[in-house]
């Protein structure tokens, strides 16, 4: 098993282009995280999936958007990038049944955006 | 809603010494709690995990930790640092009966080992 894979794992960005990080997880898990990870501010989440089909927001959703089209996948949009969305994002999934599972983390994308 | 708090950001220990790392988290209940570690370059590993039953709580790479309710404390302890433990680490809290059992993380406490 892969685990939770992240594709790109290095993204140079200009402000305002728009690019599309995808999440893959091949243990049939039910949830799927978006997380923001910055210097101080430890992780932050950003977008959440309880199954596919299905979205919500997390804690810091400005300027992001999200698609679970298949269950396997979460992809992680940002439609005009901004500088303050220089990051290191991770992914993260986790099964369905209860709540004390953990969460499985991806290796991160580091993006910058100029 | 959950917090965490992990005041310590730096920390640097010898190699062969004690280490604890200090969690301190607000929830209204009992919480789910974990600990992470991230080495450098890397994604998040669970070290380890309370959710209920005996509050002193074993994990990988020789490390434990405690739970304390009366201190809403959760510090992770190793009796001897090797200096491959040299990474960042993070307290969770998760609450019980939410949706999507989201994890709020704290700030990071990065351990520095010298030889």
């Known amino acids: 098993n892969a685990g939770v894979t992240q594709t790109p794992k290095f993204r140079v960005l200009k402000t305002g282009q728009s690019m599309t990080l995808l999440c893959a997880q091949d243990?049939?898990?039910?949830?799927m995280y978006w997380y923001r990870q910055d210097p101080g501010m430890g992780l932050r989440l950003i977008h959440y999936s309880v199954g596919e089909g299905t979205t919500a927001k997390g804690e810091v959703p400005d300027g992001y958007n999200v698609s679970r089209l298949k269950k396997q996948n979460f992809l992680l949009g940002l439609e005009s990038a901004a500088p303050s969305q220089t990051s290191v994002y991770f992914c993260a999934s986790r099964q369905l049944a209860g709540a004390y599972n953990e969460q499985f983390f991806g290796p991160g994308t580091r993006l910058t955006v100029l | 809603a959950q917090s965490v708090t992990q005041p310590d950001i730096h920390i640097t220990v010898s190699e062969g010494a004690s280490l604890e790392l200090r969690c301190n988290y607000s929830?209204?209940?009992?919480?789910?709690l974990f600990w992470y570690v991230q080495s450098p370059g890397q994604g998040l590993q669970l070290l380890l995990k309370?959710?209920?039953?005996?509050?002193l709580v074993q994990g990988i790479k020789g490390f434990e930790a405690e739970f304390k309710r009366s201190q809403s404390s959760f510090n992770l302890r190793k009796p001897s640092v090797h200096w491959s433990d040299a990474a960042e680490y993070f307290c969770?809290?998760?609450?019980?009966?939410?949706?999507?059992?989201?994890?709020?993380f704290g700030t990071g406490t990065r351990l520095q080992v010298t030889l």
């Open positions: 309370y959710f209920s039953g005996d509050t």
């Open positions: 243990m049939n898990h039910e949830y």
């Open positions: 929830y209204g209940a009992t919480p789910y």
């Open positions: 969770a809290v998760g609450a019980r009966g939410g949706t999507a059992s989201k994890l709020t």
